[in-house]
């Protein structure tokens, strides 16, 4: 079974760019988590989706990040314009959705953003 | 995941045992969980355990759940080289529909 596959992996740009990051999650999970890790801090939540619906976007700076999962399967999470601070490892995540499950959830590799 | 807190650094030898400490605030976790991040690479769940349980054994990995303190701690027996990692506490809030990390621990093993 293939895992959370996350494109690109490494990003460098420049400041006030546009930056785009692409997400396929296990086949048949339901919901999608789209996660900030900063160095040498954990991961931070930035948005959950439960099939297409964006639950849980409290975390998403809106004024330059956006993220769409349109047909409830692949995600892209956006930043414009992207600022030096917004260097970080960007981590999808997905899991199967229902009540009884364990609350596990599945990583991809991160996209690793540099902004110079 | 400043509700969850961790010790940010352990060097064991190899062979010793490890044991990594976290504490969290969010009473109501169904689940408690460790992960382990390698170098350049995602999150793997090591293990979890259910808020009615204090302890889970599997294979070179015990772990230990206070719920009265809100201490959760990961001991791995036999710890190899192969172990160096960051090692991440994390409890379940919303219901359990997302997860809190903490900041990691990294675990340094030497030969």
């Known amino acids: 079974e293939a895992g959370v596959v996350q494109s690109p992996r490494y990003k460098i740009i420049e400041k006030k760019q546009p930056v785009a990051f692409w997400c396929n999650p296990i086949?048949?999970?339901?919901?999608l988590y789209w996660y900030l890790q900063n160095l040498g801090q954990g991961p931070e939540l930035l948005i959950r989706?439960?099939?297409?619906?964006?639950?849980?976007d409290s975390q998403l700076p809106k004024d330059r990040f956006s993220a769409e999962r349109l047909k409830g399967v692949d995600s892209t999470l956006k930043i414009q314009p992207a600022e030096l601070g917004d260097s970080a490892v960007y981590l999808c995540?997905?899991?199967?959705?229902?009540?009884?499950?364990?609350?596990?959830?599945?990583f991809g590799e991160g996209s690793r953003l540099t902004v110079l | 995941g400043e509700d969850v807190e961790q010790s940010l650094f352990l060097s064991v030898r190899e062979g010793d045992s490890s044991v990594i400490n976290c504490t969290y605030t969010?009473?109501?976790?169904?689940?408690l969980y460790w992960y382990k991040q390698e170098p350049g690479a995602g999150l793997q769940l090591l293990t979890y355990?259910?808020?009615?349980?204090d302890m889970k054994q599997d294979q070179r990995l015990t772990v230990l759940l206070n719920k009265k303190d809100k201490h959760l701690s990961l001991r791995i027996a036999d710890t190899q080289t192969g172990d160096s990692a960051i090692y991440f506490c994390?409890?379940?809030?919303?219901?359990?529909?997302?997860?809190?990390f903490g900041k990691g621990t990294s675990l340094l093993v030497t030969p």
């Open positions: 995540a997905s899991s199967p959705s229902g009540l009884s499950n364990t609350g596990e959830l599945f």
């Open positions: 989706y439960e099939n297409e619906e964006a639950v849980d």
């Open positions: 086949s048949g999970h339901n919901t």
């Open positions: 969010d009473s109501s976790s169904t689940y």
């Open positions: 355990i259910f808020s009615n349980m």
């Open positions: 994390a409890e379940s809030r919303n219901s359990g529909y997302a997860l809190n």
